[in-house]
């Protein structure tokens, strides 16, 4: 009698055990089916915004550079400094190098056309140019555009 009962209760088990390996597998399929659903959507939003962006690049001199963000180290240490409103809102040591591109007229660029000088009170582009200059190594800058009229 020991025999039958040790049987039917390894059957028990083993139909419990096949019982969940066949929820688990259901469920394991629902999970496949939403990330592919997901992965679908999400290229179908990369497209969309590639889109978005070609047709709404301005021409050139359409817009300008009104505000920015960068952020980067500088010795070592993370920093960020921005610019809005015409004013520069950054650590100390960041102030500090750039001043000193400043103070040596420090120029960027190769063509003679496209030349930036350094500069904390010019245009923002170029003081965007100066402040990436002064980070040690930059790893991500932000830029704010306004459109200027059609002419």
Same mark, same amino acid.
């Not at 959507?41 to 962006?53: G, S, T």
């Not at 960068?70 to 001043?99: I, K, S």
């Given at each position: 009698?020991?025999?039958?009962?040790?049987?039917?209760?390894?059957?028990?088990?083993?139909?419990?055990?096949?019982?969940?390996?066949?929820?688990?597998?259901?469920?394991?399929? &629902?999970?496949?089916? $939403?990330?592919?659903?997901?992965?679908?959507?999400?290229?179908?939003? @990369? #497209? !969309?915004?590639? =889109?978005?962006?070609?047709?709404?690049?301005?021409?050139?001199?359409?817009?300008?550079?009104?505000?920015?963000?960068? &952020?980067?180290?500088? $010795?070592?240490?993370?920093?960020?400094?921005?610019?809005?409103?015409? @004013? #520069? !809102?950054?650590? =100390?040591?960041?102030?500090?190098?750039?001043?000193?591109?400043?103070?040596?007229?420090?120029?960027?660029?190769?063509?003679?056309?496209?030349?930036?000088?350094?500069?904390?009170?010019?245009?923002?582009?170029?003081?965007?140019?100066?402040?990436?200059?002064?980070?040690?190594?930059?790893?991500?800058?932000?830029?704010?555009?306004?459109?200027?009229?059609?002419?």
């Amino acid at each position: 009698m020991a025999r039958s009962l040790v049987a039917d209760v390894l059957h028990q088990r083993l139909e419990r055990a096949h019982a969940v390996s066949q929820a688990c597998t259901e469920h394991a399929i &629902r999970l496949a089916q $939403d990330a592919n659903a997901s992965r679908d959507w999400a290229l179908k939003v @990369r #497209l !969309d915004a590639i =889109e978005l962006r070609e047709r709404e690049v301005p021409a050139p001199g359409d817009a300008a550079i009104a505000s920015f963000r960068v &952020r980067g180290l500088v $010795d070592g240490l993370p920093a960020e400094a921005h610019f809005e409103d015409g @004013r #520069l !809102d950054c650590p =100390e040591e960041v102030l500090h190098r750039a001043e000193v591109l400043v103070a040596m007229a420090e120029s960027v660029g190769r063509q003679p056309s496209r030349m930036v000088k350094a500069t904390l009170d010019g245009p923002v582009g170029d003081v965007l140019v100066t402040v990436m200059r002064a980070f040690s190594r930059v790893y991500a800058f932000e830029v704010g555009t306004t459109r200027h009229p059609a002419r």
